[in-house]
């Protein structure tokens, strides 16, 4: 498209800098940037550096706002198009929408439906800043709360938890990091599940839903005790295997039903 692209790995660079003050930017977009712009960066704009926020802030600043809201057990969640100032999501806000979380969604499908939201309200608000229609609203830092990097082993399982918490972080951790137990020494992600009411027994026990008698309308193939309730688990994937649904897991595992996940 004749686009000039710069993959600087530290913004602050002596290099890019000018390169960026060559373009001569009437403004400046950013979205999912893990650096904060430093000032230099933010004088260079004539309408200032904005950033594509994908909560409803000051709720969820930082490096994961979509997984935070599931983890949160959020009703809703949103957009945020903030103008940039020298600390972290902590600039005026121009423009806000929001959507409500399903008991679907996960990061993977919420940021598909943020991404579309985000594309029209960016648009919406270049035409009226420029127009100087648009008051920036200052955040609340009182009501702010804060997200950190997910790592790899964030999406380790302890059934100690109840299975409310244990649902919320299967799904704000799919598609990464994935959240998964142990399972004979390999690595069990739990793709898809539900929460369950279930008497309360030892964290971790694989129970047999249909010798149970437990409602099995929701396709679960075997339930896992937590500490409070138990998760029925419909799709799972075995370390070095592909992704089968709990039922069809089942068929392969001799002595599943009725062991402790560790």
């Not at 999912?32 to 802030?57: E, M, W």
């Not at 599940?193 to 437990?214: N, Y």
Request: charged share 20%; aromatic share 6%; net charge neutral.
């Amino acid at each position: 498209m004749g686009i000039a692209v710069f993959q600087p790995e530290k913004l602050s660079s002596s290099e890019i800098i000018p390169e960026l003050a060559g373009l001569k930017p009437d403004i400046v977009i950013v979205a999912a940037f893990g650096q904060i712009l430093p000032k230099a960066v933010l004088d260079l704009t004539r309408y200032g550096c904005i950033n594509i926020h994908p909560s409803l802030l000051p709720r969820h600043r930082g490096a994961s706002p979509i997984p935070a809201a599931i983890l949160a057990g959020d009703e809703f969640t949103g957009v945020s198009i903030m103008k940039m100032d020298e600390k972290l999501d902590t600039g005026p806000v121009l423009t806000r929408a929001q959507i409500p979380v399903t008991g679907q969604d996960t990061t993977g499908t919420l940021t598909e439906k943020l991404a579309l939201i985000a594309a029209s309200l960016i648009n919406d608000v270049l035409v009226h800043l420029v127009h100087g229609e648009l008051v920036p609203q200052p955040q609340d830092d009182a009501a702010a709360t804060y997200c950190s990097t997910i790592d790899k082993k964030a999406g380790e399982i302890r059934w100690s938890d109840s299975a409310d918490a244990i649902w919320r972080q299967v799904r704000a951790f799919q598609p990464w990091p994935g959240a998964f137990t142990m399972c004979q020494g390999k690595r069990l992600e739990i793709l898809q599940g539900f929460p369950l009411p279930w008497k309360k027994v030892e964290p971790g026990r694989v129970i047999d839903l249909m010798e149970s008698g437990a409602d099995v309308t929701r396709n679960a193939g075997f339930a896992i005790t937590t500490g409070y309730g138990a998760l029925g688990v419909c799709f799972v994937k075995l370390e070095g295997k592909r992704a089968v649904s709990a039922l069809d897991f089942l068929r392969g595992q001799r002595n599943f039903i009725g062991s402790v996940l560790e």
